[in-house]
């Protein structure tokens, strides 16, 4: 168990001062049951879900500037939502440092989107908690940009890569994007970087080919400003 909690801050980006938090954060009710004395993580994610909602709409209100307010509403709601924070957990290596009781062990726990998602929350508020608000936001964008990135829309509904597409072709211009690969298996990044002709225009990470592209879209209507509006 001490690797895999080693192993998740490594992948986290972040080491705690303070190491209760971290158990707590790690600690279901199933496992506080079996351990008297112990406290689980419900705290702690009741306060983690408020810190991913802020930083969350803290980068969406800084990097969506055309977004109005139903549409900001709709990305977070996307991004700070189970399935998108169990697969965050997945990355993270919370399910092999999660601490449950035997009966959640035996009923397949360590795979619960309910239980991941939940932990993720805390761990955020554990954060929070031990290093500050900005520390915790700055972990929340690192993990969760991409995600926001794809999931955010243009008026009319069109993403990033669909309206670049549209720009560009408009113009007598083909789009292009090569993708890069790194990581270990279990924890792949990819990075996109799109042309338009043979000049760069824009680059982005994720942890999917689609996921990058999107971002890499994204920078480059950042980088065209005004020129970049459909």
């Given at each position: 168990m001490a690797d895999a909690v080693a192993e998740l801050e490594r992948r986290l980006g972040y080491a705690f001062d303070d190491r209760r938090l971290l158990e707590l954060?790690?600690?279901h009710r199933s496992y506080v049951a079996e351990h008297p004395g112990t406290a689980s993580y419900?705290?702690?994610e009741f306060l983690g879900d408020a810190v991913l909602q802020l930083a969350v709409t803290r980068y969406l209100y800084d990097t969506r500037p055309e977004?109005?307010?139903?549409?900001?509403?709709?990305v977070r709601a996307a991004v700070v939502s189970e399935p998108t924070l169990a697969e965050l957990a997945t990355r993270l290596g919370i399910p092999?440092?999660?601490r449950l009781g035997r009966?959640?062990?035996?009923?397949?726990?360590?795979?619960k989107p309910s239980i991941l998602s939940d932990v993720v929350e805390a761990i955020f508020g554990a954060v929070f908690l031990d290093a500050g608000y900005d520390r915790a936001a700055e972990l929340v964008?690192?993990?969760?940009?991409?995600?926001?990135d794809e999931r955010a829309t243009a008026p009319g509904g069109r993403d990033y890569k669909t309206r670049l597409q549209e720009l560009l072709v408009a113009r007598g211009i083909e789009p292009r994007y090569e993708v890069e690969v790194s990581g270990p298996e279990h924890a792949r990044r990819f990075r996109s970087v799109v042309y338009a002709g043979e000049e760069p225009i824009g680059e982005g990470e994720g942890t999917s080919k689609k996921r990058a592209q999107q971002a890499a879209a994204a920078d480059a209507f950042a980088r065209m400003g005004d020129r970049g509006r459909a």
């Open positions: 954060a790690l600690s419900e705290r702690l977004a109005t307010e139903g549409q900001m509403a709709k092999e440092a999660v009966g959640e062990e035996m009923t397949g726990g360590r795979e964008v690192g993990h969760l940009a991409p995600v926001v």
